[in-house]
């Protein structure tokens, strides 16, 4: 399973843009990136995945570049409620279990 | 998206008696099923994938017999945890992929509290 490694922590301020940067230097061919978000006492939510190039939604984007050995998962104009840990996760499309990093936990200040 | 149903999402236990955490997928089949615990401010940690109609496999360190797991049907996987102490009490989570359906992304319960006292 590829490794990711994150930031451990972010602050941002309401409206600003915030990016969130997942190294996984050992993805395989047919890894996707997956990227959650989660608040306390609830499971995590999905956010975006992305295989290759740019995917956008209506609530963030996903940056990879060409390499796939990092992304970036781009919030545009935070608010209060995006205070949450951002989880970025890297397996198969099919059958391989998502094994969690550590996460990013984004404090959004007013 | 898909919707994965937990119950219950939160319970106070007796030191030494069983719990039942139930894991459904409300509106597609799930094959396979995911549990997870999380300690405050740690992330989760994978305790077994439950496959529907055969045994669970359980990651290293975490008790089979402790831990039962049973997904008996596309849309249903139980955790019990058999005589809980007090440092069973975490937060547990479950998750599934509709693979049948062909989406590549695991959605997740709204995890279940425990609290062994």
């Known amino acids: 399973l590829a490794k990711t490694t994150q930031p451990i922590s972010m602050d941002s301020y309401e409206g600003q843009e915030v990016n969130i940067t997942c190294s996984h230097n050992?993805?395989?061919?047919?890894?996707?990136i997956t990227w959650y978000q989660q608040f306390p006492s609830q499971g995590p939510r999905f956010i975006i995945q992305?295989?290759?190039t740019k995917v956008t939604n209506e609530v963030a984007s996903l940056f990879i570049p060409a390499d796939r050995k990092s992304s970036t998962l781009s919030l545009p104009r935070v608010s209060l409620s995006d205070t949450a840990v951002y989880y970025c996760?890297?397996?198969?499309?099919?059958?391989?279990?998502?094994?969690f990093g550590p996460g990013t936990r984004l404090s959004v200040l007013p | 998206g898909a919707v994965v149903s937990q119950h219950p999402s939160r319970v106070i236990c007796k030191s030494g008696t069983s719990v039942k955490i139930e894991c459904r997928s409300l509106?597609?089949?799930?094959?396979?099923m995911f549990w997870y615990r999380q300690f405050p401010k740690k992330s989760l940690m994978l305790m077994a994938t439950?496959?529907?109609?055969?045994?669970?496999?359980?990651e290293q360190g975490v008790e089979k017999d402790k831990f039962l797991i049973n997904h008996a049907s596309l849309t249903l996987s139980t955790l019990t945890v058999t005589s809980a102490h007090p440092e069973d009490s975490s937060f547990y989570i479950c998750?599934?992929?509709?693979?049948?359906?062909?989406?590549?992304?695991?959605?997740f319960g709204q995890g279940t509290r425990l609290t062994v006292v």
């Open positions: 998750s599934a992929r509709d693979q049948l359906g062909g989406l590549t992304e695991a959605f």
């Open positions: 050992n993805i395989a061919t047919n890894d996707y």
């Open positions: 992305g295989y290759k």
């Open positions: 996760l890297v397996g198969a499309f099919y059958g391989q279990n998502f094994v």
């Open positions: 509106d597609f089949q799930a094959t396979t």
């Open positions: 439950s496959n529907e109609g055969s045994k669970a496999t359980y």
